[in-house]
């Protein structure tokens, strides 16, 4: 039986009528259009999916939209507010904490709920949490400098 | 003299890095078309099987499916990356060889009813006895896994120069000693994807894939399906990854074209983790026996190679990879008198294919474990070894390489002394080791027929520069290192170039992503146009300058004559009068350029020079051993590197941070476990490679030796640098807890056990 | 790899819970969904009705009182292990908790769904297309263990990170029908048998999870052993508790056996005796015996066998050194 839910993604409200065996991501990509949340593993065992439920990191893949309702979910697509970068996007940027790109949304999501939490985290803490992010490419160096720079970068970037 | 350059050389961000770190980045599944369908593949469940019967009436007759199709329906014609080695067909024709096989297809409206109608296919199958063991496949009497190839041994390489004989009785010291590498998997983040799309009335299919190989994917393609390559057209959007496992035409990129050709709508197809687990490709599983003759003073008079690739089902790229397994053994150590003999034999098992390294990490494990066995055996340190047997540029090399730049022995001594090796090997406390190993790579192999890269550069009136290249960005960089050239040959700022690539219909031919030839071959060409280019503006302007063309120079968005950079024409001042010359807009420089090297199983038969230069380096890791649980952390890999000239500091980096992870995966973390055929790991949780955790302090080196075959002198960079982690970590294990590891991966089990003995022998 | 079909229902109440499971045997609840989803997307669990608990946040807390501590089913492992008594007071709930998985599973993840995990197994955890190689096993609704080789058995793993650390803190749960609530021992839960692990009435559902005041007055340590530091499930754990008045101590094990259990042999043998040589020599002995290793997973029986002893002598040590 296909239900009709209400989810608020970057700040935007959509009504969508979805069975309930479709998982956030699938509603994000399929039914939402944001392209940008990836599919990596689709259980759970990589972050590649994750997005910002009440600004927390969540795995998408094995989140069911009709349990997403009433939150605030913020995608990849949520972070750059009329076309600036975020922060913490410039600094994946500048510091090259990206190749491939395919695990860089969820990464950067990651990140922002780690950083919203903790502004000036250790580099343990933030190995620590980001762990569940694989990533094939990096090496992972880069992308925990990346990280760990955007605590020095100016405020007025906000 | 260090040269300096505007652009070249500087750490510049990603061309392309804002839209993957907004999101807006297109990969294949971001792909979406109006009435798109979605297809889905049947696989086999047995190893060896012939296929006796496939029903799909159920599945056709399921609402929302508009096509299924079986091998018995596509023509009878095989493929294969290496057109010599050609033995697969998109959909199983008559039996299956390995568990994961493809048996038939199905595309519906949805990929649930696509799923709810595999289930719907019956298929008889006869089960046939299977092979799992690459030594009892080449037996006689094994199950016969492909008519027609003795012994399953589709490949039987030979290599033979000087006398290992001879060189062996005036060894003072001989060894033989075996050794093992496991099957690995590339595991991209970006699952296998293709998206096709056909125009019935002009009769031309679009297919999008996440390919390294758009034109071999296009002449694969167009031969499959017997279409001519002109209505075949291949892009390749932003892809998620590679390695070598998208190195080939797969299932996807056929059924999906089969499919939109037949119902005349868009059709996308993409794998589940699980398939590229077990249904794509893998490194090659080796065994390989060293046999090695070395003088007192540890110089290498000859070498002896045995060696069995496991190849699983299908060839893949198999005569490449053996050829680069085998001739990679000249590099970077002199070896005067080899002998090599390889066999790529079949198995009833996951298909192995190019794998970062391609045949080589294998090979250098094998080598590099025994310089140390042998080393300990002759009373030797293992560095100076290395040192002692460096091949030099310039010296006339026994198999026929031609090198022109090597920094191999400063490499060498670099990374030792960046390590600590003199104060750390054999003096640390039990537990604590370093250890390293050697490697060279070739920028780029020659496989037959596409071996040229083609570059066109555009540049418009208000200056902004259009390069057209074939080379297929598969995260590397290649995209931005090729606009880095050519801005610094046009002598203009880095953010005046695009680059449009990796488009059959628009693009001009590049051979792909795979042996790390991008950066030479495309770098080049894409050089050579922009300096054609450049020509062009020269000789329009030089009357300008009162000069000739010949001694003009662009730099910094200026033309002058060399040495007098004040009395200068801006760059879009010439453009300007260029334009008024009534010469056309844009500009156009066309160029290609092919590496003056031989084919690979040319060389079997002939000395010869086996790449247009070759990349060198040492990596020396300090490794941590718990004897209690057996775990090994790596705390330090430093990597001494000579790859020319980083054309991008931070991108090569990136490529050597990422070679150190995907080694340290080989060497302790990786393996694809296989019982009966059946792979037991294939998810991310089950075939755990390292972690943000798992990794070690990484340092870099840079030997710049500026190559002149390279564009600015570069050399392939990030391939080489996944050879030698696996073995400087097993080599540094052995200086941790004296024991030696002669097969991959170095468990944590492994580990006990081999210290519970040691415990024994006391 | 998609979900199959499902009807959804979210309560509002555990009660409203409890009687959509009684009405419908093949109903299953919901909590973090890190375990649930990923079987269901295998297909080796296909409930016809999913009760999402996500509704019910008054079962999110953690609660102290007089020493005594009550955590709801549903908080989510990091809450737990940032919980200040919990992290300082319970070092091996909070260690156990912080070990499970990713953050990410930390943060989705609830203690009541990951003591209330399934048993794990190579043959089991798989696709269906994989599993499709052999007949059904036994767990997955067949009649065959491919570990055992024997029909009508199951030999899987129980493989949850929190549950021994719980077991050595004493720990009981709160289970809650429709006849109302009882606490139990949480030992009494684990029915050691792999098909259905957890011994529950139809209906019940946890609810609570509380650990006595006397966990607080011992050291207490979890250690996990597995290929990677983070995103994998424990090859073996290991909890330890040792009491800090008297000479008593408790030792728990996971991932070897079909439940995660007490070494009581091994306990027994502590009771009254001083940490040190003598308990250290006896540990490999006494907790081979208690456990039944099975090659549920492709981690050898021989590498388990050897972890689970120098595992709990590690936390022994660590508990010697901080006394």
New interface residues.
């Given amino acids: 039986m296909k239900h009709v839910i209400t989810l608020k993604v970057n700040g935007d409200i959509h009504e969508v009528l979805i069975s309930p065996n479709q998982t956030l991501l699938e509603v994000l990509r399929d039914k939402l259009g944001l392209m940008g949340t990836k599919r990596g593993c689709d259980l759970g065992a990589c972050g590649a999916c994750t997005v910002l439920i009440d600004g927390e990191a969540y795995l998408s893949c094995i989140l069911l939209a009709m349990d997403a309702t009433e939150k605030e979910i913020v995608t990849i697509e949520g972070l750059s507010e009329s076309g600036e970068l975020h922060p913490l996007q410039q600094s994946f940027v500048e510091i090259g904490g990206l190749q491939c790109g395919f695990c860089t949304p969820g990464i950067v999501m990651t990140a922002k709920a780690i950083l919203d939490e903790e502004p000036s985290p250790t580099e343990e803490s933030v190995k620590r949490k980001m762990a569940g992010n694989l990533c094939r490419c990096t090496g992972y160096k880069k992308v925990i400098e990346a990280v760990m720079s955007v605590p020095g970068r100016k405020e007025g970037q906000r | 003299m260090k040269k300096e350059f505007n652009v070249v050389g500087h ?1 510049l ?2 061309i ?12 294949t ?2 792909l ?1 078309f109006p009435g798109m369908l979605h297809g889905k593949l049947l ?1 086999s ?2 190893p060896h099987a012939k296929i006796l019967n496939v029903d799909v009436s159920k599945a056709l007759r399921l609402p929302g499916v508009k096509g299924v199709v079986t091998g018995a329906e596509i023509p009878d014609r095989q493929y294969g990356i290496v057109p010599k080695a050609r033995d697969e067909y998109a959909l199983a024709k008559g039996k299956v060889r390995y ?1 994961g096989d493809e048996v038939a297809a199905v595309c519906a409206i949805d ?2 009813i696509a ?1 709810e109608a ?1 289930d719907l296919i019956e298929v008889d199958y006869e089960e046939l006895p299977a092979v799992f063991d690459v030594r009892e496949s080449i037996k006689e009497g094994a199950p016969v896994i492909h008519e027609g190839v003795a012994n399953n041994t589709s490949f039987a390489i030979k290599k033979e120069f000087g006398d290992v004989e001879k060189a062996f009785a005036e060894s003072a010291l001989v060894s033989e000693d075996s050794f093992y590498s496991q099957p690995v998997n ?6 296998h994807a293709a998206v096709a799309q056909y125009d019935p009335l002009r009769g031309q299919l679009v297919l999008w894939s996440s390919t390294q190989i758009p034109f071999f994917l296009r002449r694969n393609l167009a031969a499959t399906l017997q279409i001519p390559e002109s209505k075949v057209r291949v892009i390749k959007p ?4 590679g ?1 070598g496992q998208k190195i080939d035409m797969f299932a996807k990129d056929f059924c999906a074209a089969w499919f939109a050709m037949k119902t005349g709508r868009p059709v996308k197809f ?1 794998y ?3 398939e590229v687990f077990i249904a794509t490709r893998q490194r090659h599983p080796m065994y390989l026996t060293v046999k090695t003759g070395m003088s007192k003073d540890g110089k290498i008079l000859g070498q002896q190679f045995l060696s069995y690739a496991d190849g699983g089902a299908y060839n893949s790229t198999a005569p490449t990879m053996m050829a680069l397994s085998c001739f990679f053994l000249m590099v970077p150590y002199h070896v005067p008198n080899l002998l090599y003999e390889g066999y790529h034999v079949y198995t009833n098992k996951p298909v192995g294919g190019a794998m970062r390294g391609h045949g080589i990490p294998q090979a250098r494990f094998a080598v590099e474990r025994q310089l140390d066995l042998m080393a300990d055996r002759l009373n030797l340190d293992p560095a100076e070894v290395r040192f002692k047997n460096s091949i030099k540029a310039g010296e006339p090399h026994p198999g026929g390489f031609v090198i022109n730049t090597c920094g191999f022995g400063e490499s060498v001594n670099l990374a030792a002394e960046a390590i600590g090796w003199k104060e750390k090997r054999g003096k640390l406390p039990f537990g604590r080791g370093v250890g390293m190993g050697g490697a060279s790579f070739p920028s780029g192999v020659t496989n037959m027929s596409h071996i040229s890269s083609g570059a066109v550069v555009q540049v418009g009136q208000d200056g902004g520069v259009n390069v057209l290249t074939g080379a297929a960005d ?4 290649a995209e931005t290192v090729i606009a880095q050239i050519v801005a610094e040959e046009l002598g203009v700022p880095f953010e005046q170039i695009r680059v449009t690539a990796a488009d059959t219909g628009t693009t001009p031919l590049d051979p792909g992503t795979f042996g790390s030839g991008v950066t030479v071959r495309a770098g080049n060409a894409a050089r050579i146009a922009a300096a054609s280019v450049r020509t062009k503006i020269f000789e329009c302007i030089a009357d300008e300058l009162e000069a000739n063309p010949e001694d003009l120079v662009a730099k910094d968005g200026k033309i002058f004559v060399t040495g007098s950079p004040d009395i200068n024409v801006p760059f879009s001042k010439a453009l300007k009068i260029y334009q008024y010359r009534d010469l056309p807009m844009p500009l156009v420089g066309r160029a290609s350029w092919m590496a003056d090297t031989k084919e690979p199983t040319t060389l079997f038969n002939e000395p010869g020079n086996f790449s247009p230069n070759y990349s060198f380096m040492t990596q020396a890791a300090e490794v941590e051993v718990d004897t ?2 057996g775990k090994v952390k790596v705390l330090k890999m430093v990597t001494a590197h000579d790859c020319g000239r980083p054309i991008n500091p ?2 090569v ?2 490529q ?7 080694g340290m995966g080989q060497a302790l ?1 990786e393996d694809v ?1 296989v019982e009966k055929g ?1 792979v ?7 075939y ?8 070690p302090e ?1 340092g870099l080196i840079d030997i710049e030796t500026d190559d002149p075959v390279g564009p600015f002198g570069a050399k392939e960079a990030g391939e080489g640098t996944q050879l030698s982690p696996a073995p400087a970590i097993v080599n540094a294990i052995y200086d941790a807890i004296g024991v030696n590891f002669n097969e991959l991966p170095v468990t ?2 492994k580990i ?1 056990k081999a210290l519970e003995e040691k415990k024994k022998q006391k | 790899m998609r979900l199959p079909k499902f009807d959804y229902r979210r309560p509002e109440s555990i009660q409203e819970a409890s009687i959509i499971l009684l009405d419908d045997p093949s109903a299953r609840v919901l909590s973090g969904g890190t375990d649930l989803l990923v079987n269901m997307k295998y297909k080796v669990e296909t409930p016809s009705t999913i009760v999402s608990l996500k509704s019910l946040s008054e079962l999110n807390y953690v609660r102290q009182a007089n020493g005594v501590l009550r955590i709801g089913a549903l908080t989510p492992l990091k809450i737990v292990y940032n919980d200040t008594f919990v992290a300082q007071k319970l070092p091996a709930l909070a260690i156990a908790a912080a070990s499970v998985g990713s953050y990410h599973h930390q943060i989705m993840g609830t203690i009541g769904g990951n003591l209330c995990q399934q048993t794990r197994c190579k043959y089991f955890n798989q696709s269906k297309w994989w599993r499709s190689s052999r007949e059904t096993c036994f767990k997955a609704g067949g009649d065959m263990c491919h570990v055992a080789k024997k029909e009508h058995v199951c030999y899987s793993t129980y493989c949850g990170d929190v549950a021994p650390a719980l077991l050595v803190l004493n720990a009981e749960v709160v289970l809650t029908g429709k006849g109302g609530s009882k606490q139990v021992p949480l030992e009494s839960i684990f029915s050691g048998e792999g098909k259905t692990p957890l011994k529950l009435e139809p209906g019940e559902i946890l609810t609570e999870i509380f650990i006595p005041e006397q966990a607080a007055d011992g050291f207490s340590t979890y250690k996990k052993f597995a290929n990677r530091e983070s995103i994998d499930f424990p090859i073996v754990g290991a909890a330890f508790w040792t009491s800090r008045t008297s000479l008593e101590s408790r030792v728990a094990l996971t991932a070897v056996d079909r439940k995660p259990l007490r070494a009581r042999q091994l306990e027994d043998f502590m009771k009254g005796k001083r940490l040190g040589d003598e308990v250290i020599e006896a540990v490999d002995g006494l907790v081979a015996k208690e456990t039944r290793l099975m090659m549920s997973s492709t981690d050898s029986i021989s590498l388990k066998r050897q972890l689970m002893g120098r595992l709990v002598k590690a936390a022994i040590r660590e508990a010697m050194g901080g006394i």
């Fill in positions: 750490r961000p990603m392309d890095a804002a839209p993957k770190v907004t999101g807006s980045a297109q990969f599944d971001d979406v696989r469940p047995f568990i990929q649930e799923e595999l590339h595991a991209p983040m970006e699952p932003k892809v998620g990854g390695f993409v589940d983790r699980d598969i995260g590397q960089g209690n649980t931070m991108l980096e990136g050597l941070e990422g070679s150190i992870a995907g973390y476990i059946q037991m790991n294939p998810s991310f949780l089950d755990g490679f390292p972690t943000t955790l798992e990794m990484m944590p089990e006990l």
